[in-house]
């Protein structure tokens, strides 16, 4: 019997690997690192680098006082919001990437790492981004249901509230808008820059990973609470899970990292909206008790009018939902 050219006899001597490995050929791949231990190390590492280097940012830019000051430094603390996210996320992801890869950031194959370069249609990006605005009522209750269960049956309100009232006072002071031109840097610093960095990291890089280590629906719930937790917001870190769910299940559904960047970008910029819109609501017209009942700190999930409002938000993102499934069948080849 003849003997098999050589190269077929070194591939039939090669033990079994499981195609998670195969495609690329950069470092962690042919070192074999396990992607979902690789994920959960970088992720630990940066939250780290970016707490500790946003502070440093921070402190540079606009001075130790800023960190306790009530107002004041607010174009240097947007610079120093925008260069963390850039440089403890941004950059590290397409770092890491070209770790599996072996290719550089921004060659094809990196990026279809990334599943960026796959286009959805203007429909999905359209109904995924709806779908995401029309949730914020039943995020927002839920969330108010939160705070009822962890302040009056587990009793960790006192220890959550100043956690929450921090993170408040920096959200207000980032989006405090005096001119149009700040409004411009509001947008960029809070709305466009997290949602392109945070969604590079998540649902391009830790989810890629994670959906190569196991199935699919498994991998979009995990990665959904990781994103939840990583915010380290306790008082609102349910409503964050499932708006983490949310935007990995766009990823996984459309194959395309541009559908959750999109929909987190109107998450963001409507929400920005909102709270811009209570601190000018006499220019606009806004009533004080509606604006009394929007910023209120106080849960409320008993009213006719917080149901009544979570339960026509959920029937209305369904409806989106089902519009949204069906773009996307009817782009796929």
């Not at 919001?81 to 990437?97: E, G, R």
């Given at each position: 019997m003849e003997a098999p050219p050589p190269s077929e006899s070194k591939e039939?001597?090669?033990?079994?690997?499981?195609?998670?490995?195969?495609?690329?050929?950069?470092y962690f791949e042919r070192e074999q690192f396990s992607p979902v231990l690789v994920s959960l190390a970088a992720l630990f590492v940066l939250l780290f680098l970016y707490q500790i280097g946003g502070a440093i940012f921070t402190i540079a830019l606009a001075g130790v006082e800023s960190l306790t000051a009530p107002t004041g430094h607010e174009g240097a603390m947007r610079a120093a919001?925008?260069?963390?996210?850039?440089?403890?996320?941004?950059?590290?992801?397409?770092?890491?990437?070209s770790l599996h890869t072996g290719r550089k950031p921004f060659s094809a194959i990196s990026?279809?790492?990334?599943?960026?370069?796959?286009?959805?249609?203007?429909?999905?990006?359209?109904?995924?981004?709806?779908?995401?605005?029309?949730?914020?009522?039943?995020?927002?209750?839920?969330?108010?249901?939160?705070?009822?269960i962890m302040n009056d049956a587990l009793g960790?309100?006192?220890?959550?509230?100043?956690?929450?009232?921090?993170?408040?006072?920096?959200?207000?002071?980032l989006t405090l808008v005096r001119t149009p031109l700040e409004f411009v840097a509001v947008v960029g610093v809070v709305v466009l820059t997290p949602?392109?960095?945070?969604?590079?990291?998540?649902?391009?890089?830790?989810?890629?990973?994670?959906?190569?280590?196991?199935?699919?629906?498994?991998?979009?719930?995990?990665?959904?609470?990781?994103?939840?937790?990583?915010?380290?917001?306790?008082?609102?870190?349910?409503?964050?899970?499932?708006?983490?769910?949310?935007?990995?299940?766009?990823?996984?559904?459309?194959?395309?990292?541009?559908?959750?960047?999109?929909?987190?970008?109107?998450?963001?910029?409507?929400?920005?909206?909102?709270?811009?819109?209570?601190?000018?609501?006499?220019?606009?017209?806004?009533?004080?008790?509606?604006?009394?009942?929007?910023?209120?700190?106080?849960p409320d999930i008993a009213s006719p009018e917080a149901i009544g409002a979570m339960l026509i938000s959920l029937l209305v993102t369904a409806g989106l939902l089902w519009l949204y499934r069906r773009s996307v069948a009817a782009s796929s080849p």
């Open positions: 039939s001597e090669k033990p079994p690997s499981s195609p998670v490995f195969l495609p690329y050929a950069g919001q925008v260069l963390s996210q850039i440089v403890f996320l941004a950059i590290p992801t397409l770092i890491l990437v990026m279809e790492f990334l599943a960026w370069r796959a286009t959805p249609s203007i429909h999905t990006l359209l109904y995924s981004s709806l779908a995401i605005v029309v949730m914020s009522p039943f995020l927002s209750y839920v969330g108010d249901l939160q705070l009822v960790w309100g006192d220890a959550i509230r100043p956690l929450y009232a921090q993170y408040k006072a920096l959200l207000e002071r949602a392109i960095c945070e969604e590079l990291l998540f649902r391009g890089y830790v989810q890629r990973n994670f959906q190569r280590a196991m199935p699919s629906r498994r991998a979009v719930v995990v990665v959904g609470v990781l994103f939840g937790l990583y915010h380290l917001n306790p008082a609102q870190v349910i409503p964050l899970i499932l708006l983490g769910v949310y935007l990995s299940y766009l990823r996984a559904s459309s194959g395309s990292l541009l559908v959750p960047i999109v929909a987190h970008f109107a998450n963001n910029f409507f929400s920005v909206l909102g709270l811009i819109a209570i601190r000018h609501k006499e220019q606009l017209g806004i009533s004080d008790e509606l604006a009394k009942r929007l910023q209120s700190d106080e």
